[in-house]
T-cell receptor
Framework: KAGVTQTPRYLIKTRGQQVTLSCSPI?????VSWYQQTPGQGLQFLFE???????NKGNFPGRFSGRQFSNSRSEMNVSTLELGDSALYLC?????????????FGQGTRLTVV | GENVEQHPSTLSVQEGDSAVIKCTYS??????FPWYKQELGKGPQLIID?????GEKKDQRIAVTLNKTAKHFSLHITETQPEDSAVYFC???????????????FGQGTILTVHP
């Protein structure tokens, strides 16, 4: 069974540009969450999508957005990149049915803003 | 909102010793507590979890305990091996009927080093 797939693995962008990251969840999983991981702030929740709807959002500026498609694949977008957006962006998928709520992470996308 | 504190930030043990990592949480409505292991260059891997209706759970060399009254939970690794060396994260989630849904709040992580 394939795990969570994130593409690309590495990205280098220039300040002011925008970037789109992609996440394919485990087959059958309906919930996709995004997290930002930095050495200083640790793992911080960005947002969660379920059935193509954002159902929870963390404390990030509006430059961070996302969406989920009908096949549960998700993308997140960061506009007007800042140096501080350099981080590992992680996607987690969950079946989210009844008591089955375990979240499984992908390898992440390492974003460097220069 | 939820706040999770994790201690220690670094832990160094000899192979074969036990390792204990502790976390406290602030939201008494949190009811699901997973632990993740993250190796260099990889995403966090779920290693064990516990729900609020259970006090202890064990899986081979790994165990987790939960004290709801004190709002703390711990990870215990016995007979440590060099391949246990990694960063370990605890997390908490409020799941039922509230607005947190799938949101996990993480501790700051513990760097575990197991010396051969």
């Amino acid at each position: 069974k394939a795990g969570v797939t994130q593409t690309p693995r590495y990205l280098i962008k220039t300040r002011g540009q925008q970037v789109t990251l992609s996440c394919s969840p485990i087959s059958g999983h309906r919930s996709v969450s995004w997290y930002q991981q930095t050495p200083g702030q640790g793992l911080q929740f960005l947002f969660e999508y379920f059935s193509e709807t954002q159902r929870n959002k963390g404390n990030f500026p509006g430059r961070f957005s996302g969406r989920q498609f009908s096949n549960s694949r998700s993308e997140m977008n960061v506009s007007t990149l800042e140096l501080g957006d350099s981080a590992l962006y992680l996607c987690a998928s969950s079946l989210d049915r009844g008591r089955v709520t375990e979240a499984f992470f992908g390898q992440g996308t390492r974003l460097t803003v220069v | 909102g939820e706040n999770v504190e994790q201690h220690p930030s670094t832990l160094s043990v000899q192979e074969g010793d036990s390792a204990v990592i502790k976390c406290t949480y602030s939201d008494s409505a949190s009811n699901y507590f997973p632990w993740y292991k993250q190796e260099l260059g990889k995403g966090p891997q779920l290693i064990i979890d516990i729900r609020s209706n259970v006090g202890e759970k064990k899986d081979q060399r790994i165990a987790v305990t939960l004290n709801k009254t004190a709002k703390h939970f711990s990870l215990h690794i016995t007979e440590t091996q060099p391949e246990d060396s990694a960063v370990y994260f605890c997390a908490a989630r409020h799941n039922a009927g509230g607005t947190s849904y799938g949101k996990l709040t993480f501790g700051q992580g513990t760097i575990l080093t197991v010396h051969p």
